[in-house]
């Protein structure tokens, strides 16, 4: 049974509160929140220890769940793994690239597992197509990621706030470098940027186009893969997956086919579409399970901190291509 400790308890530490406490190889042994309002009506809800600083938390735990503010991940997770204590920490990994390398190299040396809540590489969406048996290897990919507009966590770029769940993903399925990224992005109702994309074309020719946005009328979360002979679309809001793919042939009187003409001189075309079973998982409670197996069977975690500093990477490059052209 590992001892765990959670690090904030606002609206996201409040539902890894909740989840920790049904996943057996955890014991929650207490949580540390700087609001002691905060701290006092948690402690009663949930019946768990609130402890009066997160160093006597570290000492009593075996793993640290960080899910307080990004500048102060970096604070957090240094202190966590010089105790040698296993770390979770929410997305993004830390507020600057080089802390982000930072905690990296002294994860490394610590030889602790430490890994980044990236949670929507746990979509049911996106595990479904993984499950499916196709491969992805994309050419172009194009995402979407709007929200309604929330004062929680304007005090970050869009970029930052939303777009590096996307990137993420994309990094974690191409796997070439990049070649070059282009961007642009307004400030409409905050000082950072509200509204932004994002043009990332890697060496092995896919090329991805990213956007996201915190002032729209409606929520949304799709993103798309085009590769040879398959297009596979994600609704990972919606929670829902659908692939097509071409045949040379019909299979029989399979209903899910359907034939199409490209013009006189060339074969009739025939499409399979396909809609994989999407499992019923909670995706924050699959990351922290995972996690716990991790540490246990002594394996990588699925989303280490290499990749978050990766993605952190990625977006500040988009961020600071997006500064570069308000001066320009």
Request: proline share 4%.
């Amino acid at each position: 049974m590992l001892k765990i400790g959670v690090l904030g308890a606002g609206h996201l530490g409040k539902i890894h509160i909740k989840l920790i406490q049904e996943i057996a190889h955890f014991q929650l042994v207490g949580f540390y929140d700087s609001n002691a309002e905060v701290a006092s009506d948690v402690s009663e809800k949930f019946g768990i220890k609130n402890f009066d600083s997160a160093e006597k938390l570290m000492q009593e735990v075996d793993v640290v769940d960080i899910v307080t503010p990004t500048i102060t991940h970096f604070q957090y997770a240094s202190k966590a793994i010089r105790k040698s204590k296993h770390v979770f920490i929410e997305k993004p990994i830390a507020n600057t690239p080089k802390e982000g390398k930072d905690l990296v190299a002294l994860a490394k040396e610590a030889n602790v597992k430490a890994m980044v809540g990236h949670v929507e590489r746990f979509n049911p969406a996106l595990l479904a197509v993984q499950n499916s048996g196709i491969e992805l290897h994309p050419m172009f990919i194009e995402a979407h990621r709007l929200a309604q507009f929330n004062p929680r966590g304007t005090d970050v770029s869009v970029v930052l706030d939303l777009m590096v769940h996307d990137i993420d993903i994309i990094l974690s399925i191409v796997k070439s470098t990049i070649k070059r990224i282009s961007a642009s992005g307004v400030s409409v109702v905050s000082k950072s940027p509200d509204i932004a994309n994002a043009r990332i074309e890697f060496d092995n020719g896919c090329v991805a186009n990213i956007t996201a946005s915190r002032i729209s009328m409606k929520q949304m979360r799709k993103i798309r893969f085009f590769q040879k002979d398959t297009y596979i679309s994600l609704d990972l809001f919606e929670k829902e997956a659908q692939l097509f793919k071409l045949m040379q042939a019909p299979v029989n009187d399979d209903p899910t086919v359907f034939s199409f003409d490209i013009g006189e001189q060339a074969e009739k075309k025939y499409v399979k579409f396909l809609q994989p079973d999407v499992p019923q998982v909670n995706s924050i409670k699959l990351e922290l399970e995972l996690f716990a197996k991790s540490i246990i069977e002594n394996n990588d975690p699925p989303v280490t901190f290499t990749d978050g500093y990766n993605a952190l990477h990625v977006a500040h490059q988009i961020m600071h291509k997006i500064e570069k052209s308000y001066l320009s």
